[in-house]
């Protein structure tokens, strides 16, 4: 398990995480996979997990980014920077502030 | 021979049909959130539904963490948890905690044969085991060498992973149990499992009959028994109180022996519970409960001359013919317990009125021991006015005998019993229940009955005021219903 030092109680983090579900979401259904099937791809053990993850509760254990990424047909790298957008936004701005 | 096709249909996914937990599956899950709140666990709840329309629930931790996440889908009920070794899968709530005792074997070490014997029903067993778990993954996740119960390892690895959160959720369950005991024997605990401890308090406050008694307790302390020697094995029983269903209002009031748990299948479908505490004594004296032989929980595992005193036993309460499986059916108003906030309700308790509200004292006594973290149901005087309010009487000094009291006061005056169906002194009785009760104590000959307009208090050699033990269920209304005594003559099927 992996902890978080972000506060979910945090209004700025729980509209982090939801808009990080809805992107996930979006993701899924430009797949055309219902989440039993991104779920039966990933190999978890209950697909009600996709559900959860899209309504904003919870994240994507890191050792999974590789395996959501080519699931959902994103590039890695792009998958895991978005993700650290909404998960991680201050490493995030450290990160990439000078870029974007 | 043409060729026929056979096509091979990719199974698609379900038409979404909403299929949401019950009310009832709601009403068990938020009072059990409530309770591990209340116990001092920082936690938060959400659920949802899939695409499919099937529902889930999760347990979180402040930061957001999902400790614990609860689905039903494809017709069985699912529990994940990185503190557990594998999901727990069953066809009901009460068969995860089955699935749980099946992958964590529980150590629960009462000293069967020398002391306290332990009972848990399976309704309150889910509140234990999710905040077991609960508090097992919060630990995981702040242990050093996080686990992760998804990660593929090899086989060594995986096992002695396995074991680990075994060993972790059996000390964890171990301690709760323990720290209850301890609770209930010296009224101390263990400080630092305060919240482990509030979770047993909450749940008696949650449906606000605790009944704990000296007696009870003075059995409990060490050194009382000898090795064979079950006349005074004192049971703590966990058991339901069920919520109120429109068309088929109950009151179950069976224990479930622990160790059948997991294996038996109580017949509460239809209805949910919430937790109960009961504490009463077993006498190896009262063989003549032979009704308690027929209950095919209580039976198992229990030889014919050690029954739990003051269960009322399925074929006393059957005055309709059937079989009540553990319920006694009375009937009665309303059996569930309101969702009461403890802040609110204490901010509340200045206002007129609520001084004699039941749940007062045992309110107070949680809200010590959440201040004070040693205090609480310690004394006589708590208990006894815990009582006394559960049942409306007027508080009394504390140190007055419950039962000396009922006779000696007029706030409970002994009647005859009311004709079946007109139930003129206790007006919340319908037929059923006045018959129910009626046939009771024909068959108990030993047993009286006192009754005031909201309260009916049915008693058991009165004229031993050592040893009485006492349940009462408190109901929406105000109305209560109390048993007092002990069964050591026995009552006569």
């Not at chain 2, 992958?103 to 848990?120: C, I």
């Amino acid at each position: 398990m992996y902890t978080n030092a972000q506060h979910r109680s945090d209004p700025k983090v729980q509209e982090l995480r939801r808009e990080a579900g809805l992107w996930l979401k979006q993701l899924r259904e430009r797949r055309g996979l219902s989440q039993r099937q991104l779920a039966s791809r990933l190999g978890s053990d209950y697909y009600t997990f996709i559900s959860q993850l899209e309504t904003g509760r919870g994240r994507i254990p890191p050792d999974r980014y590789r395996q959501w990424a080519e699931v959902l047909g994103v590039e890695p790298a792009e998958f895991v920077k978005t993700l650290m957008q909404y998960y991680d936004p201050v490493t995030y701005g450290i990160l990439f502030s000078n870029v974007e | 021979m043409a060729a026929q096709v056979v096509s091979f249909v990719r199974r698609e996914p379900r038409q979404s049909t909403v299929v949401d937990w019950t009310r009832d599956e709601l009403a068990e899950l938020y009072r059990i959130e409530h309770a591990l709140v209340q116990s001092g666990l920082t936690l938060d709840v959400e659920r949802g539904v899939t695409d499919e329309g099937d529902p889930w629930f999760v347990f979180c931790r402040s930061d957001g963490e999902v400790l614990i996440h609860l689905a039903r889908y494809d017709g069985l009920y699912r529990l994940h948890s990185p503190a557990l070794p594998a999901p727990l899968i069953g066809q009901s709530f009460k068969a995860l905690t089955k699935a749980f005792s099946n992958q964590v074997p529980l150590q629960v070490t009462l000293k069967r044969d020398m002391g306290p014997r332990l009972f848990v029903h399976p309704a309150a067993m889910l509140a234990v085991v999710i905040g077991t778990i609960f508090v097992a993954s919060n630990e995981l996740a702040f242990s050093t060498q996080p686990i992760d119960s998804e990660k593929k390892h090899g086989d060594a690895s995986l096992a002695t992973t396995s074991h680990n959160l075994k060993a972790l959720l059996q000390s964890t369950f171990q301690q709760y149990i323990e720290n209850f005991f301890t609770w209930l024997r010296d009224g101390t605990f263990l400080q630092q499992s305060t919240y482990i401890t509030m979770i047993s308090a909450v749940a008696a406050f949650i449906v606000g009959s605790d009944s704990a008694t000296d007696h009870a307790r003075d059995v409990l302390t060490a050194g009382n028994h000898t090795a064979g020697d079950h006349t005074n094995d004192t049971a703590l029983i966990i058991a339901p109180a069920p919520t109120n269903d429109a068309s088929h209002r109950t009151a179950e009031t069976k224990s479930v022996i622990a160790q059948d748990v997991s294996d038996q299948s109580h017949n509460t479908s239809g209805t949910s519970h919430t937790a109960d505490v009961i504490v009463v004594s077993n006498t190896s004296t009262n063989s003549n409960m032979t009704g308690l032989q027929d209950d095919p929980v209580l039976a198992k595992g229990h030889d014919a001359t050690n029954v739990p005193e003051l269960l009322l036993a399925t074929a006393y309460f059957d005055s309709s013919g059937q079989s009540l499986a553990g319920q006694l059916s009375l009937g009665l108003a309303d059996f569930s317990r309101p969702h009461v906030d403890l802040a609110s309700y204490l901010s509340a308790a200045a206002s007129p009125g609520v001084a004699t509200d039941p749940l007062k004292d045992l309110t107070s006594a949680v809200t010590a021991i959440v201040q004070n973290g040693q205090s609480g149901l310690n004394s006589t005087s708590d208990i006894n006015n815990l009582i006394a309010h559960a049942i409306q009487m007027s508080p009394t000094d504390g140190s007055q005998n419950l039962i000396t009291y009922f006779l000696n006061t007029n706030h409970i005056t002994s009647q005859s019993l009311p004709a079946a169906g007109a139930s003129p002194g206790y007006s919340l009785f319908d037929a059923n229940a006045a018959t129910t009760l009626e046939s009771f104590l024909e068959q108990n000959p030993n047993a009286q009955a006192v009754f005031n307009n909201k309260s009916v208090v049915v008693y058991d050699d009165i004229h031993d005021t050592t040893t009485a033990t006492i349940k009462v269920w408190t109901f929406t209304d105000g109305s209560t219903i109390a048993i007092v005594g002990h069964a050591d003559h026995g009552f006569v099927a």
